[in-house]
């Protein structure tokens, strides 16, 4: 590894802005923010998935990874992060080395020539270029031909220094972030600003979530400046550091992105969320209030408490169908963790009950914002598929909301799931989002194959209604 | 209680309401940095012209698309056919879940597979130590009853070795002295999931029967190779070898792994070729391997104790169906029943019926080497052209093996196959040089959508369809599937540029 | 040899070559008696108003578009699975041309049936004399082991006696005395194919029956009933009776007869229930129908002897299967083997995973009635609601059937069911309150194209797609088929929405 | 059978443009033309069926069966013809008469009602009104409820009295050439008549036959004033006693209509066919020859010969890579026997050899024109399935051209087979038909199925490549 990156990965541990990098003596924060992995054990994602997860929604620039076909062979195009314009980010470019490439040290030329084939082929407006374990093990410098190939192409080329074995997914967030700071944030000039310019950290996109809140921001006169990375534009996110509030949402992910443009550009940031009724609007009020603060117009409040009013009475008129179905339904919530109290309080606001939420990935502000708005909050770490299988099987919850990699235990214990992480097919981001959300935790839960998954063969039944016995008996 | 109070979107219909419309165009517009839509589609012709498939097959440091995964898939595929085998991959822990959801997401079924987790620490100082906690850790927490060690790249830049590394795991105690852990190097820069899967196998048997002494029986080995249809494959492969009354232990078997039922038990773990079967196998009369590219060093150490051995291309169609069945019927000395005998006439029978629809569709088909060379046979069976065959992992010898396929037909004359290509020279080709169909997987999707070429969904990964895999495509009545999985894609195509009311629907005819 | 000297197009594309647009579209303009464009657009959207529905139900004289055929094709149908025998049809010979090509359309295999060739002549002074020379004749050139003789409309008003006729035959030596020649009057003014179905079986059985002295026996007769998916079907159900080791007959098998090979063989008759068997099945401990509106007056007859008697209707998802094996168990004490269980844990688990696509879809389904009930269960199950239900030869019994079923679930609250309506009605249903899918078969199309539903083909007949029959729809293994034919069509139809470039593809998911 | 049918059917076996006809005594004659049917043979089909195959390719009419459910409910929509507007014709209307009321002899009053709603709903410009066997048995009206409701409802109501015992197919057709000749032809008048304006009698448009050879005409100036029936409008057939000549395709099916219009306009007709190369030329050449004769423009004459020139050549071209192919290949013609002759010389003309030609519906005209065509005329009547499976079995042909019903013997004896027949999905006619069935032919003939087909399972083989008996002996 090198020093660059041992040097970058410190720093991102020392994050001030991340709360529980706060609480740690120093040899805990040099020890770094992610738990020790189990060797052994199932574990998630590596840090250049964390990478790719932060950038790849950029949609206008190639996306190369550097390293044997592996990487990326058996992951691209694997979320689905809506693009309203380029499709470039789903093509899928590496430099697929070899043996030979390895063992004769040809990494570094293979790197370069496979950006200028990109260039040529492509005309980005920008190329992002992965470090991978193999390509960081024998010392291949893509910094160094990044800059080079800067030069050459004349195209910017950024170097995403987040080989796998540097730790987790969230740890490879991070480090894409500073890929950001580093090399694209403030490198250009937008046309014009604004004084109700925001950006929006931490926004994915994910079957269109950022378009589900957009006119929310548009309908008050709000321009998203750019948005880190969901729907993106290379262009775009380099003009960040002239907006005015940064929306700092999934807190652990890039909060190093949030805090240093608050250090380098003075941009106040505050971490909010779109899911929920109150969440959402918590979220508009925040971002007016901050807005009239550093400049812009005082009516901007007095229009936000209208929209927000409106809408949750529209979404409320929506929602009500559903109420007596869900209302007191027991949920498990198993998701990455970063979304949880958000999650938590717009459940709670349509009367489930929270049997527990998995903190895996939370800061101590997230878990102490769900100790404020559970009752009797049950926060759990990891919970292993045989245990959260004997928990759903002796009926714990009346439907687990989670990742695709959880959602087979729950249909082996025969309990209802909804996905709630990155393979989602809805959008429940905002006032629209909160309604479908409630739609489909109501369809979920009624659906018929849970009784059929519920009960046994009937001929497996106590009383088979047959008698087999009396039959052989006489036979 | 109502099905909605109004009308809820899911999201696919939902951004195409008007208000959504115009937001996303008004990006698409205002955003200075993406050219004007003209602009988009010339470039868009121009990357489908001749002269850019040239450009484009002049690339090589860089892959686009590419239609292949990597050693350790292989070989926590091939694991997973054993009896209560977890996967062990020595090297960083991000690999593992990739395996993991990529299976998952095919076989709609939980994967397991553990890592040794190794860090920066592991990669400068080797992975020793996480060996050693590795292992006891996954002996613990998941019982298996046999841990099969296969190595990410880093593991393998880094040059552990696994042997030893196993050897001195077992000393400490991490598991058992006895206890069967086999391995293989698996790494991801050389070959791939076939390859992956050779190595594991025969690290696997090898583990089982090295320096043990053979004695021939009257049994015989059947490896199915690396398949997302493995669940319908291996299940009419037992079939068929039941009614010929063969012995037979098939090596490797994920039929009941990748489809567990939902009756309230949990497995993790659910049949496999045992442990006693595997080390039975020794004494096979012949290991027969379905797929050539996924058992070339499994069969040579086969063939090194005695055994005889053959291999197929994936043995789909009438021929591919009657070459596996008479080298079974050859090595066993067992007769083809009658059942088979009708069936094959069966097929042959639908295939005559609907041979006017086939005759002369020209089709692109992309996948892994003996599933191209099994697909293209099929096609040429059936009076098409398979005029693209693409493999991301085919060699110069899978070139020439589908070159003499081509020259052993009339259909084969305009056939061309491409080793070592990716999706992205397919695109080139099927822009340039059109085709009536594409056989693929998910993937091609996109060429679907950038060729305007329909896509049949036939070889793994299968993520935007379901339970597919479930259904053979194996023997004379996987034949039948494939046929009518073809007909089905023709005659809806053709339905749907009929379909117009008043235009062209003088040709939406209620027979075809 | 090339393909082709030049491009030389289907008539589909053909016609559309700007030439031909031209000359087609002239016609159209020209044309004195065709309105303009706009006022069919008009007429058209009157049809699909509320307004016309209201109209169009008010129908009582006419039918437009029915969805069943006649009492002699049913007969025809179930003569044809038992062993060599040959439909005689008493009447003029048009309707037997057919019967012939409706089947032979469906199953893609040559089909027979004769008729006794009535003309004026007979319509005035009765049919004896074709009755006589007919049976000769068919007896001399097919060489039958068995001849049901069914009844057109015409005999039928003209009143012919079968029985006599029969006997008179027999008494001048058109076939030997001892000979099998069973009947039934089937009149096709009278119920439909399938109450032909109920008759011809009944009087096939009482042929063999009538007089008998019945020994209870163990084993257990199966009617399978009218079905287009016999083929599958009626294989899948020995292979389920086989695996719970159960003795059984099965009364009227076309699997064989309407699936031979091409092997070299000209098969005229194959397969099918011996006489032997049908004699022997008086001694059955009872006798199952898979299809209660097929076999209502069979039934009752087997009744008459004391056998056990039930009926199904058309069996298939999981509650249905259920109710069968249950039954099947029930009446010979076997036990349901553990393999059964796991298929049907498989369905559980196939449908568990893909529930959210099926959720709330909601459907039109017509067809005879028994499988539109099953359809419905099966929707049902899936957490779907089968809207529009509708069997042009459903009673006032059937409806109620329905509105029970419907009654059974959340999901049926704003389903309703249509006995004697036809598919013109269906039509207004679909118009005025739309569906998300369409099941039927193949005259299904124009509703497809008028309403812009995707129809799913599961039932009898099926002319534009070919060998879909031959697989299961019953059982479990039928339920995963079912599954994933609903599956596909959402999928298909989901990409196909979703696959414009720069629109409607964000989307266009790798995953679904 | 009403007295008025039975005149009708002695004058269509009276029919002096029949040739068959004319060659028998008098009481023959009046037996009829078809062969008598043998009770308990496989047949074709009756008359009812032969009248809709003449009428139903006419596009905006109602036709209405009335019947019980069955004549409609098993047939419905069966044939390929083509529209290029109105799709009425394909929708299916009946009276489907049940049990009561055939006991309370209600069948005209339903029928009325049926014709009633059918014109309510559908404003057709008329009403075609089919008897069946029930019907006619039972003794409904039906030419007399047509009168009525014609009266009552202002819409022109057409009976065809062909119920299914009158005897063929073919006497059905002839039977509906009547109801045109009674109810419809020349009840109109044409806005413009033109010196080159003709009918095409006997075409129904199959898979877009008609539309095939209409641009030949058109190119020539002559206008189709109507064709019988392909892609026909009522209004348009209504006028065809204005055409200059009569083109008779097919002839056995609707002479009458030919010979009837000679007779009561004056228009002259002659036997033709648009299959193959001679016979389309030939056709050509006698419109062009005719129309002159009865006042077009001279040049009529030379412009045909141009254009037939060039479409000939220019087909000939097409037909030359298939050539090789198809040379000496034996094939067998088992059709309806309408087209055979016409056939059989398109066929000589690429080179293959004609096994035999069915004639079980040629007339004895037809048979004479297959002499003259073929070297050694091998003619065939019926042939049975099973002599004809022997025939094919022992390698007589091939390949076999015939209908749908023949196909599976062709299959069962593993022998290419081309459907020439009703259900066809490609167009043959005129010059684009005749390269398209020599690409057919050449397709079909081609295909590596029959290599499958015909060689047996590798185990079967006499030397199965495996030693069976050896290893059963040593076992």
């Known amino acids: 590894m090198s020093e660059a990156l041992k040097t970058k990965i410190a720093d991102v541990f020392n994050e001030p802005g991340c709360d529980k990098n706060q609480a740690k003596d120093e040899k805990a924060k040099k020890k770094g923010c992610s738990k020790p992995l189990t060797p052994g054990a199932a574990a998630g994602g590596c840090a250049f998935d964390g990478a790719k997860i932060a950038l790849q929604p950029i949609t206008d620039v190639v996306h190369l990874i550097h390293g044997p076909l592996a990487c990326e062979g058996n992951s691209w195009d694997n979320r689905n992060a809506a693009s309203s314009g380029a499709k470039t980010y789903r093509v899928s470019f590496t430099t697929d080395l070899s043996e030979l490439d390895i063992v004769m040290g040809n990494g570094e030329k293979r790197l370069y020539r496979a950006i200028k084939d990109a260039v040529a082929a492509y005309a980005p407006p920008a190329v992002f270029v992965y470090q991978t374990c193999v390509t960081a093990t024998i010392g291949d410098d893509v910094e160094a031909v990044c800059r080079h190939a800067t030069e050459k192409l004349g195209i910017p080329c950024v170097p995403v220094n987040a080989p796998g074995f540097a730790g987790s997914k969230n740890l490879g967030n991070k480090l894409a972030g500073e890929a950001l700071l580093d090399h694209v944030i403030g490198t250009r000039e937008p046309e014009f600003t604004t004084p109700c310019d925001i950006n929006i950290i931490g926004e994915y996109n994910l079957s269109g979530e950022l378009w589900q809140i957009k006119p929310l921001f548009e309908a008050l006169g709000i321009r998203i400046l750019s948005c880190l990375s969901g729907d993106g534009r290379y262009e775009e996110i380099a003009t960040a550091h002239r907006a005015r509030v940064n929306l700092m949402v999934c807190s652990t992910a890039l909060i190093n992105v949030a805090r240093k443009m608050e250090e380098r550009w003075g941009i106040p940031y505050f971490e909010c969320s779109f899911y929920g009724l109150s969440d959402m609007s918590a979220t508009l009020r925040t971002t007016a209030r901050l807005l009239v603060e550093r400049g812009a117009p005082e009516d901007l409040i007095a229009r936000t408490e209208a929209l927000i009013a409106r809408e949750e009475a529209h979404a409320w008129s929506r929602i009500a169908p559903y109420r007596e179905a869900l209302k007191a339904k027991r949920v498990m919530l198993y998701t990455g963790g970063v979304k949880s109290w958000s999650i938590v309080a717009a459940l709670q606001e349509i009367g489930m009950e929270i049997v527990y939420t998995s903190v895996r990935k939370s800061t101590e502000e997230d878990k102490d914002r769900i100790k404020a708005i559970m009752e009797d909050p049950h926060m759990v770490e990891s919970v292993p598929p045989r245990e959260m299988y004997a928990q759903l099987k002796r009926g714990d919850a009346d439907i687990l909301l989670s990742g695709g990699k959880s959602q087979f235990v729950a249909l082996k214990a025969k309990v209802p799931w909804l996905d709630i992480n990155q393979e989602r097919h809805h959008a429940f981001g905002g006032y629209d989002g909160m309604v479908t959300l409630v739609r489909e935790l109501a369809k979920s839960l009624r659906n018929p194959i849970w009784q059929d998954i519920r009960r046994p063969a009937p001929w497996d039944l106590p009383n088979a209604g047959f008698p087999f016995a009396q039959i052989e008996a006489r036979a | ?512």
Chains 1, 4 share one sequence.
């Open chain 2, 1 to 512: 209680m109502p099905q909605s109070a109004e009308k809820v979107l899911d999201h696919a219909p939902l951004f195409r309401e008007p208000e959504y419309r115009e937001m996303l165009a008004k990006k698409k517009a205002l955003f200075e940095g993406m050219p004007a839509d003209d602009v988009v589609q010339k470039t868009s012709d121009w990357t489908k012209s001749w002269e850019y498939r040239e450009k484009n097959f002049a690339r090589e440091a860089l892959t686009v698309n590419p239609a292949k995964a990597c050693q350790p898939l292989g070989a926590v595929f091939v694991a997973a056919g054993f009896e209560k085998t977890m996967s062990f991959v020595h090297g960083s822990q991000g690999c593992v879940a990739y395996y993991r959801s990529h299976l998952s997401r095919h076989f709609k079924e939980p994967c397991s597979a553990v890592s040794s987790s190794m860090t920066e620490d592991a990669a400068v100082f080797g992975g020793l130590n996480n060996m050693i906690d590795g292992l006891a850790n996954t002996y613990a927490l998941y019982a298996p009853k046999m841990i099969a060690v296969s190595t990410t790249c880093m593991a393998e830049v880094i040059g552990d070795d696994l042997q030893s590394f196993i050897l001195n795991a077992k000393a400490k105690g991490s598991v058992p002295q006895d206890y069967d852990v086999p391995f293989a190097h698996t790494p991801a820069f050389v070959g791939s999931h076939v390859t992956g899967y050779d190595n594991m196998l025969k690290g696997i048997v090898e583990h089982f029967w090295k320096g043990q002494e053979r004695t021939a029986g009257t049994a015989i080995n059947i490896i199915p190779g690396f398949d997302g249809f493995a669940v319908g494959n291996n299940r009419e492969l037992k079939r068929m070898l039941d009614l010929m009354e063969v012995e037979y232990t098939i090596l490797s078997d994920v039929a009941d792994q990748f489809d567990t039922p939902s009756d309230g038990e949990y497995r993790m773990y659910d049949g496999g070729t045992t442990i006693e079967a595997a080390k039975a196998a020794l004494n096979a009369k012949a290991t027969l391997s379905m797929q050539e590219y996924c058992t070339t060093k499994t069969l040579d150490y086969a063939a090194g104790f005695g055994q005889e051995t053959a291999s197929f291309h994936y043995p789909m169609g009438i021929g591919g169906t009657d070459d596996f069945l008479m080298k079974v019927a050859e090595v066993t000395g067992k007769e083809i029943p009658d059942a088979l005998t009708k069936e094959r006439g069966r097929l042959i029978d639908a295939m005559a019926d609907s041979q006017a629809w086939l005759h002369g569709k020209t089709y692109a088909i992309y996948g892994d080497p003996d599933f191209v060379y099994a697909m293209a046979r099929f096609i040429l069976e059936t009076g098409g052209e398979p005029k693209h065959c693409l493999a991301t992992n085919g060699n110069k010898a899978w070139e020439a093996q589908m070159q003499a396929l081509f020259e052993s037909s009339p259909y084969g004359a305009s056939c061309k196959a491409w080793g070592g290509k990716d999706l992205w020279h397919l695109r080139s080709l099927m822009a340039t040089e059109p085709v009536d169909l594409l056989i693929g997987n998910s993937y091609g999707k996109y060429l679907e959508r950038d060729l305007d070429t329909p896509l049949i969904r036939l070889t793994f990964p299968i993520f935007d369809r379901h339970h597919h895999h479930r259904f053979p495509l194996w023997g004379y009545q996987g034949g039948l599937r494939l046929l009518v999985t073809l007909l089905d894609k023709i005659f809806d195509k053709l339905d749907g540029e009929t379909i117009e009311a008043g235009v062209t629907d003088y040709s939406y005819d209620l027979t075809r």
